[in-house]
């Protein structure tokens, strides 16, 4: 089944406005076993919308566009699917109250322009929005199924789980597929790829890698005669995935590597501390994007400067003098002073050179030193990171939780 994405709207086309939604759609339908045919972006012109949709409704099962609902003058997407359809635009009055009650839960007045929202071509089937005013609708062109979504992120992803996912067409008698993602934290794609040689072959599935700095996420993807045999077959190959490839494998789904983290911490009724100074808090804000963690999280330091190192975490200026802010004595008793200071059953201990100054021929730039403390066992690793500055704060943060990970799982 073939589906083509659309993103609506000048911004978009001229690169104003980063456009996530296509990646997300791509991978969202993708990941239920359609073949994404193009990824187009289209400004806000009626004429351009409606030859846009005239070529891809020729060739594809279904069209899915974001973009273009809103209430201004130059959100056209409505006025163009109508005129393409032949049909008038009509009020749906159901709509039209939903987007009063939204007004007036945020405590404001509907304007004038926002009934624009509610009026679809004559005929469409209306898909009610969850997060926002801007309904969207769906309608055949052709030879398919054209979804019309809002361009907010938060908006578009609501309703297509809400509506547009399950009403995806299907032809009768096609296998049903499945897909398990597994993800990866501390090998480079190649040497996943290369552990990962064979499996497709031997057990008839396909395997898809993506690169998502600084994971690697692998896909498995099953066929079967119905989604209970698709599911048992990815579920069977997953786990010969995750044999080959070992620890590196953090969690399978959505899981973030902060996510396994937290949730080995509570299952072993642990807390976690942290000590940061190159990585500047990146670690705690990883692990607080996750609701819940609370439970696992203690808090953390911030500790940028040698002065709040040894005043907060307790590490002795003379082995700063000594060994420099950047090394493993500091490291581990950074790790021990959080231990300590936020009375954590296991500290994190982050230290290093992010750049692009500051390096030097004995400790360039991407040298980091992490340590890990549980009161009993101390860890402790060396990196050299050779990345520009964000890349080495966010891999020194994931490399920090990976350690923490190797330290509770024994």
């Not at 393409?84 to 987007?99: F, K, R, Y």
């Not at 929202?117 to 926002?132: D, M």
Request: charged share 20%.
């Amino acid at each position: 089944m073939s589906i083509a994405i659309v993103s609506l709207g000048t911004e978009v086309v001229r690169g104003e406005l980063v456009n996530t939604n296509s990646q997300w759609l791509a991978e969202a339908v993708s990941d239920d076993g359609f073949e994404v045919s193009e990824l187009v972006s289209v400004a806000d012109d009626h004429a351009q919308i409606i030859e846009c949709l005239t070529r891809l409704a020729g060739r594809n099962d279904a069209i899915v566009c974001t973009g273009g609902l809103g209430p201004t003058t130059d959100d056209l997407t409505t006025e163009a699917v109508a005129a393409m359809l032949g049909e008038p635009l009509v009020l749906d009055e159901a709509s039209l109250e939903h987007i009063r009650q939204r007004f007036r839960r945020a405590g404001r007045t509907m304007g004038p322009s926002n009934e624009k929202q509610a009026r679809f071509p004559r005929g469409a089937r209306i898909l009610s929005n969850p997060e926002g005013t801007a309904p969207g609708f769906a309608v055949t062109i052709g030879q398919a199924e054209a979804f019309f979504m809002p361009g907010v992120p938060l908006e578009m992803r609501a309703m297509f789980e809400a509506h547009v996912r399950a009403a995806l067409p299907r032809r009768g008698g096609e296998s049903v597929v499945h897909q398990i993602r597994l993800n990866t934290f501390g090998q480079t794609e190649s040497a996943v790829n290369d552990a990962l040689a064979g499996i497709e072959a031997e057990h008839g599935v396909v395997l898809g890698y993506r690169a998502h700095f600084p994971e690697i996420q692998v896909k498995v993807l099953a066929r079967g005669p119905d989604k209970a045999a698709a599911a048992a077959r990815a579920a069977r190959v997953a786990d010969v995935v995750q044999q080959r490839l070992g620890p590196i494998v953090f969690s399978r789904g959505t899981t973030s590597l902060a996510g396994a983290v937290g949730e080995l911490l509570e299952q072993r009724g642990l807390t976690l501390g942290v000590a940061e100074s190159c990585t500047g808090g990146w670690v705690a804000q990883l692990l607080t994007e996750n609701a819940g963690a609370s439970a696992y999280f203690a808090g953390g330091v911030v500790s940028y400067a040698n002065q709040v190192k040894h005043d907060v975490l307790g590490v002795p200026e003379e082995l700063l003098a000594a060994h420099g802010a950047v090394s493993q004595p500091v490291a581990e008793a950074m790790a021990r002073g959080a231990h300590r200071v936020l009375r954590a059953g296991v500290a994190l201990a982050i230290t290093g050179i992010a750049g692009p100054s500051g390096g030097s021929e004995e400790k360039p730039v991407g040298t980091v030193h992490i340590a890990v403390f549980d009161g009993t066992t101390l860890l402790h690793e060396k990196c050299l990171f050779p990345w520009d500055r964000k890349r080495v704060q966010l891999v020194s943060a994931f490399r920090g939780l990976s350690l923490v990970r190797q330290l509770i799982s024994g």
